[in-house]
Structures are given as C-alpha cells and as structure tokens.
C-alpha cells in the first residue's frame, strides 16, 4: 500500500472521528438546552406543574382503587348468584326472587352487583325467574337491560324477550327477536335453534312467507341437524 494511500485513509479516519465528535457536542448542547428550558419553565410555572403532578396521582389512584373495588365486587357477585342458583334450579321462583335465610335473592343481587359480569348473568336469571312466574312485562324490562360483550348471553337475552312476546301473542316481535338471536349467538346449534323458533312464530303470526323462508334456510344450511329435519314437515305443511 502507498504512503499517499495510507495518507489518505489516515485523513478519512480523523475527518469520521472530527465528525463523531462535533455529533457528540451537538447532542449534549441540545441535551443542555432541553433542560435549562424544562428547568426554567418549571421556575416560572411551578403551581401549575405540581398542581398538575398532584391531578395525575390523584387519577391513577382513583383508577387503581377503582380496578380492585370492581374485582371484589366480582368476586362477591359471582359468590352470590351461585348460591342463589341454587333455588332457581329446584324452581324455588320465590326464594330465588326474594332471597331467603341463607342469600340474598336475584332482585337485589341485581340492584347490588349491576354492571359485574355476574351481575349481568343475574339479570338474565331474574328475567327467567319473572317469566316462569308470568311476569311478562317485567321479565321483558329484565331482559333488554342485559348489558354484555359476550354473544351466547346477549342472544340468549333476545330469546328470552321473544319468548315472552310469543306469550303475549305477539308473534311478529317474536319472530323478529328470534331471528336476531340466531345471527347473535355465533353459535350453529343456537342458530339452528333460534331459527326453529322464528319460524314457529311467523308462522303463528300467519306470516307464511317469513316463516317458508326461515325454514328454508334451516333446511340448507342444518339439514342433517333435528332442526332441518323438522323445516321439512314445515315447508311440507306452508305450501299446501
């Protein structure tokens, strides 16, 4: 190699380090002026950045305190709804309402625990309770005030409203409560269920054209299931 070469490359070398230095210079000067700037605007603004400094504690304080009340909560409905369950099981619809000596009963497990996941599952039950005791109007009010994410609960909360418009006679708003159950559930078995149900109902409401289409769709889309094998006798007995 030539000395003009390593001359060359000797340059190079001490241009790169000049230039890494000069980079280094550069980060701390900006580095330094960030905080002499932080520093003084914290002098001139000193009430507002503690005042502020105190809101962000008090918030995540508000938020943690709130987060575990809200899972003690949880847990303290999930406790209550399986002793109540209990009474709901062996249809004991008065204790399971009310409460009795031993829990306290899906009224005022709701009133308490609104807003937990259990205490929305005991909204449901409270609905089914009413309904079993032909509380129609109540049970429907029950129903539709179910709040959840979870779609097998949210289109069982749509059947249980259809089921008491079907008991009132009113079969339309059954009908139509039926069939978004079944596009809700996300389940094929519930789907197919659901739809047997919507059917029925259009059907009862002699709306015979609803209720063939309804049981068509069955028929394709479950036909080995005990749903598509009653659209059959359905579509049979609808176009006569």
């Not at 701390?28 to 700037?37: D, G, K, P």
């Not at 409460?99 to 039950?125: C, N, Q, W």
Request: charged share 25%.
């Amino acid at each position: 190699m030539s000395e003009d070469t390593l001359q060359r490359q000797a340059d190079s070398t001490a241009t790169a380090k000049t230039s890494v230095k000069r980079k280094g210079a550069d980060n701390i000067a900006t580095l330094e002026m960030w905080y002499y700037r932080l520093v003084g605007f914290y002098e001139q603004n000193r009430n507002l950045v503690i005042g502020l400094g105190i809101a962000i504690v008090l918030v995540i304080g508000a938020v943690l305190f709130w987060s575990q009340r809200k899972a003690a909560l949880e847990i303290e409905a999930t406790e209550s709804l399986a002793k109540v369950m209990r009474a709901y099981k062996d249809g004991d619809w008065s204790a399971a309402l009310e409460g009795d000596s031993t829990h306290i009963g899906l009224h005022k497990l709701v009133e308490r625990y609104s807003g937990t996941a259990s205490g929305e599952l005991a909204k449901f039950y409270l609905a089914c309770a009413l309904y079993q005791r032909n509380a129609l109007d109540s049970a429907i009010t029950f129903y539709k005030s179910v709040s959840t994410s979870a779609p097998l609960l949210k289109a069982a909360a749509m059947a249980g409203e259809a089921a008491c418009y079907e008991q009132k006679k009113q079969y339309k708003q059954a009908a139509e409560l039926y069939r978004k159950a079944a596009t809700t559930a996300q389940n094929q078995a519930l789907e197919a269920f659901y739809l047997s149900d919507a059917g029925r109902a259009y059907e009862l409401a002699g709306e015979k054209e609803e209720a063939l289409e309804v049981f068509e769709q069955i028929k394709k889309k479950f036909p080995l299931s005990l749903e598509g094998r009653e659209a059959d006798k359905a579509i049979a007995r609808l176009k006569l």
